[in-house]
């Protein structure tokens, strides 16, 4: 049965620091509401078939398999080589062996499965995406939601056309201290905001070229491929994807999307109103396309937000696991992820994945003044109750795929922006187009090549 996840002392910490809105309070019990299903549901198994076992795909696998509320059916990886150790432990974990596949489309003509769980590289996720709508079903995908915005829209248009639940793995939107700090600014608290900066730093340096080599054994590597352009295997391609524009977008996508995300649903923006980036790759040389500097200005009506990024900074530290399941805060100046937020009245620093936020008022006596603050644990499981929840109420989940697109927009339009020279961007937000600008319009989607393409009518 999935339970009530929402922690005790994450809603009495911010029922009493942060004195919830009544809205905020409704928010909190909605989300709880969400996440217990109806008893008649409850002893039911959800059936899912996880695409993709690399890093964080293996980790969903044996996640999903721990719970008593669904049921892993199927393994699917173009690399045979990942397949042994995963079924092993999903069927220990479960007490059912899994069947593993090569190719996922054996689990799209299963109609025994429920949903897939879609974590392949982001060049993948569309096209996964739209085929299990138009398979009836539901589908729990990695961040960020597509590699390009014209393919984030089909998405959504798939969840809306055959009805799907479509959850993004922006699992900060399912966190109560989030939820809390949400319900705070809501309530006015902070005044009037209009400056948003938001951090992505870390080190993670360039990497020098790969020769072309024979595709290891075990690996379809055309599948791979898939909608990116034909290649022959390379080991760069293969395994640090993320720096190559085929692929991916870089760490504001890779990473930098989370805090994005998280800022623009707490902020309550949708579309800006111009985006400009720039930057470049300085610190090191080596073969990534993507930059290790970038900063990005999002201006929408009334309010700026910046994003900034650094790639060769080790002492900016991204939370450890153990602080963000523990009550202590981090601290703010050398944390790589934060998020501040500038109102009138105070300052909110919000930190994602369990590491709370705090509201800083005018300093007395040269000391910090904490006006309010909350905190929580790492919010994967509590995520994942909403998913599987809303899989059998059929409510939009708290992370559902409309969200997640506009949010990867905002990261793909800085992108495009910074391939283009730093060049401003005016946005449409009713077409998702570029006004007056036709080389950034042929920039908003890619060629695909057969069979692995996102249909023009979902």
């Not at 039911?44 to 964080?56: F, I, K, S, Y």
């Not at 395994?239 to 977008?249: A, D, E, T, V, Y």
Request: proline share 6%; charged share 25%; aromatic share 10%.
């Amino acid at each position: 049965m999935i339970t009530n996840s929402v922690d005790r002392r994450d809603f009495m910490t911010a029922a009493s620091k942060a004195t919830l809105s009544a809205a905020g309070a409704a928010m909190l019990a909605q989300t709880a509401l969400a996440q217990t299903p109806p008893a008649a549901a409850a002893s039911e198994r959800v059936r899912l078939a996880v695409v993709g076992l690399h890093g964080r795909g293996g980790y969903l696998a044996r996640k999903f398999a721990a719970r008593a509320d669904c049921e892993i059916a199927y393994l699917c990886d173009v690399d045979e080589s990942l397949l042994p150790a995963c079924t092993s432990d999903v069927e220990q974990l479960q007490g059912r062996r899994p069947e593993a596949v090569g190719d996922f489309r054996r689990a799209l003509d299963d109609a025994n499965v429920d949903a897939l769980v879609v974590a392949t590289p982001d060049h993948w996720h569309a096209l996964a995406t739209v085929w299990g709508c138009q398979a009836n079903k539901d589908v729990y995908v990695e961040k960020p939601v597509s590699h390009s915005p014209w393919e984030g829209r089909r998405m959504v248009e798939a969840a809306r056309r055959y009805e799907r639940i479509v959850q993004v793995g922006t699992q900060n939107r399912s966190a109560p201290y989030n939820i809390a700090a949400k319900a705070y600014i809501d309530s006015g608290k902070l005044g009037g905001i209009h400056l948003v900066r938001v951090f992505n730093q870390k080190s993670w340096p360039n990497f020098p070229a790969a020769p072309e080599r024979p595709t290891p054994t075990g690996l379809d590597w055309d599948m791979w491929t898939g909608p990116a352009p034909e290649s022959r295997y390379n080991e760069n391609y293969h395994r640090r994807w993320n720096h190559f524009w085929r692929f991916s977008g870089g760490d504001i996508i890779n990473d930098g999307v989370h805090q994005i995300d998280l800022a623009r649903w707490l902020v309550g923006k949708t579309y800006p109103n111009s985006v400009y980036s720039t930057g470049g790759r300085f610190a090191e040389p080596g073969v990534c396309e993507s930059p290790d500097t970038q900063v990005a200005v999002f201006q929408f009506d009334d309010l700026v937000m910046l994003f900034e990024l650094t790639l060769y900074t080790p002492y900016m530290l991204k939370s450890d696991q153990a602080l963000r399941d523990s009550d202590r805060f981090p601290y703010w100046p050398q944390n790589a992820e934060r998020i501040e937020i500038y109102g009138s009245e105070a300052l909110m620093v919000v930190g994602r994945h369990g590491c709370g936020w705090q509201v800083f008022d005018r300093p007395k006596d040269r000391q910090p003044v904490i006006a309010a603050e909350g905190n929580g644990p790492f919010p994967d499981d509590v995520h994942f109750d909403n998913f599987l929840a809303c899989v059998r109420s059929r409510q939009r989940p708290s992370a559902d795929v409309e969200e997640g697109h506009r949010s990867t927009l905002l990261c793909q339009l800085a992108n495009i922006s910074y391939r283009l020279g730093g060049r401003k961007l005016l946005v449409d937000s009713q077409s998702e187009t570029l006004a007056g600008d036709d080389e950034a319009n042929g920039m908003l989607r890619r060629e695909y090549r057969a069979p692995w393409v996102v249909p023009e009518k979902v």
